[in-house]
């Protein structure tokens, strides 16, 4: 065999053999990647139930935002209840009797769909449920102090809601997404889906301060729980949020037109002083010679023009 | 000494006619594709005037050249810190009105028009928009008498000018006026080469002539703002910038450029330089009274052994140093020192020289009549038509000694040749005369001799331009010496 045919057979043959390594490397990664992502689905029911169901339900402690749970198994039979907990709204939609008059006593607030439900999962909710209702122990409800709001509580309230003084496990201020009636001519953020995004009425929707105090120690619809899964709000700071809301509910109607307007006028006038500004500080910048030029010949009358030549 | 070589050139405009010959055939060549219909690589302004684009001369508006800042030579129109602040609009850039909106006349309206009571008109037509427009202004308006008051009287070099100053200018009927054809000067420190973020822009090592690459450009336009003659100009149809290219393929060839080619009143020299490099920057620092001598001391003597030498170092070849021996452009400049540079405050150093105009008073106003005067065609420059004044913030940046120097020369030669041909002056009036404007016998033959009888051979000693030799840089010309050639598609056999 000539010798540079050779050479060039096993620089490619080495190129095959990298290749092959480099798939095997790639698949070891993404095996690794796996068995770490496992352990999250590893969570026993009880975790599942504290991070994603208490916020609005207890077992024996009275109704939050959603109906109590105890003893549901008796209310509603298991192919109900796996039929509805993932899909709350297709039940609505199918106007399922039962489903209706639980939207009425919840205030027209529909059940978020709770995520990373899967259907052994759902089952071992249910199973635990149904256990912790037989054994009479209670979940949920706690954790809120039932003393009535101070003049602290609101200032304190109002520096975390407008974000000048930040939530202490690092989430996001409320008014990036939401407003109420009470927060001044700007308003706030109108990021949430409306209605949300305005919680003066939150106090009413969600039904009262347990409710509500509950619902933001682990906010369950899909956003929130997003966000603040990893940065949970401090029940001293739910306290005191819920005293602005509260505030908002008994003083102010809705989070009227009257900020959008302010903004816009605002804005407006904003950027009208800019144009000036900046066609002050750049008056003499180029525009135009020749034209005016002429202009300015032709204003000043040309007596030059005039006195120039006879013709 | 860092010894190179330039191609220089030498507009007497004692000779021009203002014809506009040298623009139509630069037009015709060069600029009459889309894009391009507003350039003129060559124009004629009319002086008084504000010249094309309007007022180009006034750097306060268009910040073109360069300046010293504590002792640094800097652009005016852009650096380092400017262009971050304007890297989405450059300022100081000329309109298209400052240009003027390139047109034609709706001929085939003469053919077509529907039969009416009146003749049918060729009504102007945008060459940009293809649009009717009202003709405001043209590259040449002075010379098309569209608003000459206006223009003439806001020419930059009028400043500084006495009131009675300006009206010896305008006395008669203003109409006095003298004719100043530009195209790129092509200069020794280009502020558009210095410029250009791309790189696009550069002076040719050879023989110094700028030319931009159309592939390199990127249309930012710095080279437009920067050159203070505004002899960059931008495409709007290929969006990229094109200059004056000094006709480089008809010189590469032996050839004057297409203007100086064509030119009737034959008031263009062109010939190599030799210049000191190494002292470019330097003398573009200098104070302003001082660039027109610094500027002179940069050519070098094509005679001198060590100049010659360096030049050889520097890779110079034998017959450019020849061509720069014979140069007419060294002869007007260096020797005789009766051309010079325009506008030499800008500081980039232009190799295009002017020998300013004589313009002798012909005629003064009495009363409504005007009365002429021509028995005094040899008047003394100091009272000429055309202020000294005005023609030194042309070529002196407004000192006057440079342009008197050259004015004086030209009319001692006129004298001495009087004297010599017709006789009707004295002699030795015309000798002493000669003396005086620092001149002699023999140069004022060789004056006489290039500026009257000057053929094609002694406007324009074009150097060789050794292409072969730039070629040989990238490509071996034996390269396929040997290869396979076309061949024969039948071939030839031995017998019938």
């Known amino acids: 065999m000539n010798p540079l045919t050779h050479s060039f057979r096993n620089q490619r043959t080495a190129g095959l053999l990298s290749t092959a390594f480099r798939f095997l ?5 993404l095996v690794l990647l796996l068995a770490l992502a496992a352990p999250a689905q590893a969570q026993d029911a009880a975790t599942f139930f504290k991070q994603n169901c208490s916020s609005c339900h207890t077992i024996g402690a009275g109704r939050l935002a959603g109906p109590d749970l105890k003893n549901v198994h008796t209310r509603r039979d298991r192919a109900w209840l ?51 209702s037989k054994a009479g122990r209670i979940w949920g409800g706690g954790g809120l102090s039932d003393r009535p709001y101070t003049a602290a509580d609101f200032v304190l309230g109002r520096a975390l809601f407008s974000g000048e003084k930040p939530l202490a496990k690092g989430g996001p201020a409320c008014i990036s997404c939401h407003t109420v009636g009470t927060l001044g001519s700007f308003g706030g953020g109108r990021l949430a889906p409306a209605p949300q995004y305005d919680l003066t009425r939150v106090y009413e929707r969600l039904g009262g301060r347990k409710a509500l105090g509950s619902w933001l120690s682990a906010p369950p619809t899909p956003t929130m729980n997003a966000i603040f899964k990893q940065h949970p709000i401090e029940p001293t700071e739910a306290f005191a949020l819920l005293s602005v809301v509260e505030d908002a509910a008994a003083s102010s109607g809705e989070a009227d037109a009257v900020p959008l307007l302010n903004f816009f006028l605002i804005g407006l006038g904003g950027a009208v002083a800019g144009l000036v500004i900046f066609g002050t500080v750049w008056r003499g910048r180029f525009r135009s010679v020749r034209r005016a030029l002429v202009r300015g010949e032709l204003q000043r009358g040309s007596a030059s023009l005039t006195t120039g030549g006879e013709r | 000494m860092d010894v190179r070589s330039q191609i220089a050139m030498v507009f007497h405009l004692d000779k021009c006619i203002g014809c506009h010959t040298c623009s139509i055939a630069c037009k015709n060549i060069w600029t009459d594709r889309r894009g391009t219909e507003y350039m003129w690589w060559n124009n004629v302004e009319t002086k008084p005037g504000t010249g094309y684009p309007t ?3 006034d750097q306060d508006r268009y910040a073109g050249g360069w300046e010293v800042n504590n002792g640094d030579l800097s652009l005016k ?3 380092k810190r400017k262009v971050i602040f304007n890297i989405f609009h450059n300022p100081h850039m000329p309109t298209m009105d400052d240009y003027y909106e390139p047109w034609t006349y709706d001929y085939q309206h003469l053919f077509n028009a529907p039969e009416g009571s009146d003749q049918p008109t060729a009504r102007p037509v945008s060459m940009v928009t293809g649009e009717l427009i009202n003709i405001e202004s043209g590259p040449n308006w002075d010379d098309d008498l569209g608003g000459s008051p206006i223009y003439a009287a806001n020419d930059p070099n009028l400043a500084g000018l006495t009131p009675e100053q300006r009206e010896q200018l305008f006395a008669v009927e203003r109409l006095v006026f003298f004719y100043f054809p530009r195209i790129c000067n092509h200069c020794l420190n280009p502020g558009c080469v210095a410029a250009c973020p791309s ?12 030319l931009l690459d159309q592939k390199r450009c990127r249309g930012w336009r710095s080279c437009i703002a920067a050159c203070p003659y505004k002899k960059v100009f931008f495409n709007w149809s290929t969006g990229k910038s094109e200059k004056c290219i000094l006709c480089f393929p008809r010189v590469e060839t032996g050839q004057a450029p297409a203007c100086f080619h064509s030119c009737v ?7 190599v330089l030799l210049y000191d490099a190494s002292r470019l920057e330097e003398v573009a620092k200098l104070p302003n009274e001082q660039l027109v001598e610094g500027q002179r001391s940069l050519i070098l003597d094509p005679n001198d052994p060590a100049v010659i030498a360096a030049a050889r170092a520097n890779g110079v070849a034998d017959s450019t140093i020849e061509s720069a021996q014979k140069s007419p452009v060294y002869k007007y400049v260096k020797l005789w020192k009766v051309a010079l540079p325009p506008h030499i405050e800008f500081r980039t150093l232009p190799m295009l020289f002017y020998v300013p105009p004589m313009s002798p008073v012909m005629a003064h106003r009495e009363g409504n009549a ?39 020369k030209q009319k001692a030669v006129r004298w001495y040749r009087r004297a010599l041909t017709v006789g009707d002056v004295d002699m030795t009036l015309a000798q002493r005369m000669l003396t005086e404007a620092d001149c002699t016998p023999e140069e004022a033959d060789g004056i006489y001799q290039l500026t009257s009888l000057c053929s094609f051979d002694d406007r324009f000693i074009i150097p060789p331009a050794h292409r072969e030799e730039a070629i040989q840089m990238f490509e071996d010309p034996l390269e396929h010496k040997q290869g396979v050639g076309f061949g024969f598609l039948s071939g030839p056999h031995r017998g019938m």
């Open chain 2, 77 to 79: 129109s852009t650096g």
């Open chain 2, 265 to 271: 009143g034959r008031i263009r020299y062109l010939g």
């Open chain 1, 82 to 132: 796996k039929q509805f907990v993932p899909n709350p709204r297709a039940m609505i939609d199918r106007g399922d009797p039962y489903v209706l008059k639980l939207l009425q006593s919840a205030n027209g607030v529909v059940m978020p769909p709770p995520q990373g439900l899967t259907e052994s999962r759902l089952n071992e909710i249910l199973d635990f449920i149904e256990a912790e």
């Open chain 1, 25 to 29: 490397l790639a698949f070891a990664v």
């Open chain 2, 55 to 57: 007022r180009w001369e």
């Open chain 2, 370 to 408: 005007v009365a002429h005067d021509s028995e005094d065609l040899f008047h003394d420059i100091e009272t000429a038509r055309v202020p000294m004044k005005f023609l030194a913030n042309l070529f002196g940046a407004g000192h006057e000694a440079h342009v008197r120097y050259a004015l004086k």
């Open chain 2, 199 to 210: 790189g696009a822009l550069y002076k040719r090592g050879e023989d110094g002539i700028v």
